[in-house]
Each structure stands twice: as structure tokens, then as C-alpha cells.
């Protein structure tokens, strides 16, 4: 069965701080891994990795892919309180998409 | 605006009303995908239209649930006798193809089921 974990479920940090979101997938078809902030309402687009370890950059977030290991990392470095969010993971098939949990992230001040 | 509009944005009703979820996606984008979102659990996968075609019906969760789409533009979820597990937000997306990435996403119709 086909399923996408994230870990950790939530996750408590002050501002400053590093933090390091995972990923792990088993999939039948493999075609990309998306990650996604939803804070309110409607998720918003981070990256997308197709390859093995190219790190994907924008600003203070980068994210890489291994899949041999069938994982990918989301890191967050000098976290504001504007990181607060839910941290989603997709990975997409032939078919359709499947998120995980997510993770709950709520930087304080 | 140029996003994917959804409406309502907030919907209550009583145990065993129909209820109709619509959807805009954004112009041009010929896929149209539906998810559900149970609180504090990830998206769920229902139904994508490549076109005004649904070619998997199967991430529906029972025969009460039935999705249309107009063309390339519209679609609409239906609910049929609503139960309270059904109350989740359903979060519509598109993309210009099927497959392509990113989904750009609504910003969902909470549904509440008393």
C-alpha cells in the first residue's frame, strides 16, 4: 500500500532556531516529491524534487531527495514566526498524489 | 482573481442533507483535482478530472459522493445524505495538465455536519 510518513507530527522551536522536517514514502510509481505550507486556508507550493541529492534552495528553506533511501528532508535554518505552519509532504505516482500528515510547526518568540 | 476560487467557503448543514461543493479552477488549467482534509490529518485524495473527464473514481469514499465538471472550467462535489464523518475541509486544486506540478489549491470549503 502505498503511503507517505512525516515526522515529526509537531514540533515546538523558538525563533532562531534550526529546524529539520522528514519525509519518507513507499510508492509503487515514483514520479515527484512536493512540499507544501498551509497555514489558514489553502497549501502553498515550497519545492518540488524529482532528482537524488540536488538541494532545492529559497531563502532560509532548502530541501533534498534521496531516493534510494526513500526519504526527503525539508530544513528551515534562523525559523521566524511567520514559519508557523503545517509542513506537508506529497509524493506523486502515475496516478494521483498522496500527502502525509504533515507537521505542525510553531516557532515562538 | 487568477487562483482557484471556492465556494462556500464555509458550509453547515444537518445529518443527511445534500450538500454541492463548487469549484473554479484557474483558466486554462485543464486538470481539476479534489482532496479532503480531516482535522489535524494530511490530504486525502478523491477524484481528478483531466478535462471534463474522471478517468478514477475509486479515492471516493462511498457512492454518496458523485463530482462533475463542465467543460474545462467548473466542477462540482456532491454529498449525498451527509454523516457527521463526512465533515472535513475539501480543498479543490489545478494544474495546467494532468501530472503537471505544482497543483495550485483553493482555499477549501469547511464542512461542518451537525
Known amino acids: 500500500e502505498d503511503k507517505v510518513v512525516q515526522s515529526p507530527l509537531s514540533l515546538v522551536v523558538h525563533e532562531g532556531d534550526t529546524v529539520t522536517l522528514n519525509c519518507s514514502y513507499e510508492?509503487?510509481?515514483?514520479?515527484?516529491l512536493l512540499w507544501y505550507k498551509q497555514e489558514k486556508k489553502a497549501p502553498t507550493f515550497l519545492f518540488m524534487l524529482t532528482s537524488s541529492g540536488i538541494e532545492k534552495k529559497s531563502g532560509r528553506l532548502s530541501s533534498i531527495l534521496d531516493k534510494k533511501e526513500l526519504f526527503s528532508i525539508l530544513n528551515i535554518t534562523a525559523t521566524q514566526t511567520g514559519d508557523s505552519a503545517i509542513y506537508l509532504c506529497a509524493v506523486g505516482d502515475n496516478n494521483d498524489m498522496r500527502f502525509g500528515a504533515g507537521t505542525r510547526l510553531t516557532v515562538k518568540p | 482573481g487568477a487562483g482557484v476560487s471556492q465556494s462556500p467557503s464555509n458550509k453547515v448543514t444537518e445529518k443527511g442533507k445534500d450538500v454541492e461543493l463548487r469549484c473554479d479552477p484557474i483558466?486554462?488549467?485543464?486538470?481539476l483535482y479534489w482532496y479532503r482534509q480531516r482535522l489535524g490529518q494530511g490530504l486525502e485524495f478523491l477524484i481528478y478530472?483531466?478535462?471534463?473527464?474522471?478517468?478514477?473514481k475509486s479515492g471516493l469514499p462511498s457512492d454518496r459522493f458523485s463530482a462533475e465538471r463542465t467543460g474545462e472550467s467548473v466542477s462540482t462535489l456532491t454529498i449525498q445524505r451527509t454523516q457527521q464523518e463526512d465533515s472535513a475541509v475539501y480543498l479543490c486544486?489545478?494544474?495546467?495538465?494532468?501530472?503537471?506540478?505544482?497543483?495550485?489549491f483553493g482555499d477549501g470549503t469547511r464542512l461542518s455536519i451537525l
Open positions: 486544486a489545478s494544474s495546467l495538465v494532468w501530472g503537471d506540478q505544482p497543483q495550485h
Open positions: 483558466s486554462g488549467h485543464t486538470a
Open positions: 510508492v509503487t510509481n515514483f514520479r515527484s
Open positions: 478530472f483531466q478535462g471534463n473527464s474522471a478517468p478514477d
